[in-house]
């Protein structure tokens, strides 16, 4: 015979059913109950499985490429299209349209042509937006160097006064030259603030100002609205009565199927995020990475060639520790760096032992440069029992490194 309390966990089964199925879940719960899921984001980046490039690399591998007979080849950079061509271009910016050139393939080389040709009609000033380091005040600064400008007086400070002065000089009278702005790369991240937009499109509706264009981005279309991109030159009017501004663009495809050599010159060729040349941090599996790319043999030697000899005796014992790691473990690629890791206690008996340092604080003072500039990278060992330190290099650069280091 069953007890009171035996009969009443009996039943429990049965209430607990008959509970759940009173309660329903609102939109309201399910919408929190979805989004709090954990997330199943992978940290198996593409970039960072790809090993990094150096320079010289980059460059033998391009140059095999500029080199091939096999090498595509779009038929708008024949010669023979570039007169008609270059003709209707220069008719359609006649008729009060700024032209914006898409497509796949570096476009640079055949703007170029096109700008040579603009120059027998007027002004042509060649601005570089994939430069890292340029700024809209590069380009006003260049059309204010033009002979017919600079005999003038200064123009006022600030890069709005400038567009205006700018914009006034060629509006009135229409007998000078007209002058053509070529902007390669116009979707790069100087010509995106809100202030050089606003100074190039006031520029763009002068009737004696011409833009020409490029893109590469897909969504480049985006980063102007629709009125931005339909508005019309209607004649001169003073700057402040030009409202709305805009870029009256007339886009041309103009697939070459040309390498990208000189855009991505300056680009950091370890990592796709480098391609953009934006600093930024990224955080991966607890490890934080400068410019979201590795650390490459270049940037290493100029690191080492300013601190001192006891810092560089420190990173050579590091070094050469993990060179004899990843020789141990058989893998000599790029592959997963951490594993190679020192712990912190176990660098600060071997720095001891070689008298390089002879307490922690002295070893951190002696890591600091390293870390601050990526060449030593940190993060906490599994077992939770202090830092695990490692160089972001692959075997055989951190191998030249080491060698420079004793010349």
């Known amino acids: 015979m069953s007890t009171s309390g035996e009969a009443s966990e009996e ?33 198996n980046v593409f970039s960072t499985l790809v090993p990094p490039l150096s320079s010289e690399e980059h460059a033998t591998a391009l140059q095999s490429i500029l080199s091939s007979s096999s090498q595509p080849c779009s038929s708008i950079c024949s010669e023979l299209v570039h007169g008609p061509l270059f003709s209707r271009f220069l008719r359609e910016l006649d008729e009060g349209f700024n032209l914006l050139f898409y497509g796949w393939g570096s476009k640079r080389k055949l703007i170029n042509k096109f700008a040579t040709k603009c120059s027998k009609e007027g002004h042509v000033v060649i601005a570089h937006g994939f430069h890292p380091n340029f700024a809209i005040k590069d380009l006003l600064n260049s059309i204010c160097n033009i002979p017919e400008l600079s005999s003038l007086p200064p123009p006022p400070v600030g890069i709005e006064n400038q567009a205006r002065w700018i914009y006034d000089f060629f509006g009135s009278p229409p007998s000078k030259r007209p002058l053509y702005i070529v902007v390669h790369n116009i979707d790069a991240a100087p010509f995106r603030t809100t202030k050089a937009k606003a100074c190039l499109s006031l520029l763009a509706l002068n009737p004696c100002i011409h833009l020409i264009a490029s893109v590469d981005c897909i969504s480049a279309p985006l980063l102007w609205s629709s009125t931005e991109l339909s508005n019309r030159k209607c004649g001169y009017a003073p700057p402040e009565q030009v409202s709305p501004h805009g870029f009256s663009w007339l886009m041309h495809d103009l697939t070459t199927l040309r390498p990208y050599d000189v855009e991505l010159s300056r680009a950091d060729r370890s990592s796709i995020s480098g391609v953009f040349g934006r600093t930024r941090m990224r955080h991966e599996a607890g490890v934080v990475f400068q410019d979201g790319v590795h650390m490459t043999e270049t940037a290493a030697v ?13 990173f050579v014992l590091m070094g050469r520790r993990q060179l004899e790691s990843a020789e141990e473990g058989g893998d000599l690629s790029l592959g997963d760096l951490k594993q190679y890791a020192i712990g912190s206690e176990m660098l600060l008996k071997i720095a001891r032992d070689n008298f390089v340092v002879t307490n922690d604080t002295a070893l951190r003072s002696l890591l600091c440069e390293f870390r601050d500039h990526g060449l030593v990278v940190a993060a906490q060992n599994s077992s939770g029992s202090g830092e695990a330190l490692w160089i972001p290099l692959r075997t055989e650069r951190l191998s030249s490194v080491l060698s420079t280091i004793h010349k």
């Open 11 to 43: 039943r429990s089964p049965d209430a607990r059913n008959c509970t759940k199925s009173l309660v329903v879940h609102t939109a309201f719960d399910a919408y929190f109950a979805q989004v709090s899921a954990p997330s199943r984001t992978s940290f």
């Open 302 to 314: 100029h690191i080492l060639a300013s601190v001192t000899q006891k810092a560089k005796k420190l």
